[in-house]
């Protein structure tokens, strides 16, 4: 499914729930979900995520038409990411299956994401085309994934205690972490 502009490439998955009362459950997740951000946040395949409830009045007033708006609304999730599609979801099975389990459930034919194999059908059969999206990094996101890379590691320094790393040692560090810069993308 093309939805590729630069180096970027625009992902969404619209999921029915199973019931309103799935509906009631993703709520008391979503109130947890703020706990949960920081771990969501360090990964650095995930660039951009956003996940929100759809209800089937909501649907109706958009224009959604009656046999395509699920009676018990949908999950819609939105990424953008780079690279290859299937590094992307294999990364979400092995570094977020337990949030995603939490997040998805309630979800008709979710069967976890810890199974890559089951959670690439369930993509398959879920996965919709972005029609537009705003690509903030233009054709270029490996400045934004190393300036996410040398935060994390000044922040890391930053709570070395001064004593803990003489000026000879830091700039060690330092090198090191230009050297690694250098590498990533």
Known sequence: ??????????????????????????WVVYAGAPDHD??????GFLHFA???????RDLKKAGVPEPQNPANGALLFVSVFTG???????????????????????????????DLTKLNTYIAQQRRRVNLFFNAYRDDTRGVRKALILRRKLDQLA??????MPPPALEDELATLARDLEGSA
Do not use: V
């Not at 970027?8 to 009631?24: E, M, N, V």
């Not at 920081?38 to 990964?43: C, M, N, P, S, V």
């Not at 709570?159 to 803990?164: G, I, V």
């Open 1 to 26: 499914m093309e939805n590729h502009k630069g180096r970027a490439d625009a992902f969404c998955t619209f999921s029915p729930f199973k019931s309103r009362w799935s509906r009631f459950l993703q």
């Open 38 to 43: 920081a771990d969501i946040r360090e990964q």
């Open 50 to 56: 956003f996940w929100t409830s759809l209800r089937h």
């Open 84 to 114: 290859d599609a299937d590094d992307y979801i294999a990364g979400f099975s092995e570094h977020l299956s337990a949030q995603m389990d939490a997040l998805w459930s309630e979800t008709e034919g979710w069967q976890g994401a810890a």
């Open 159 to 164: 709570d070395e205690p001064a004593d803990r």
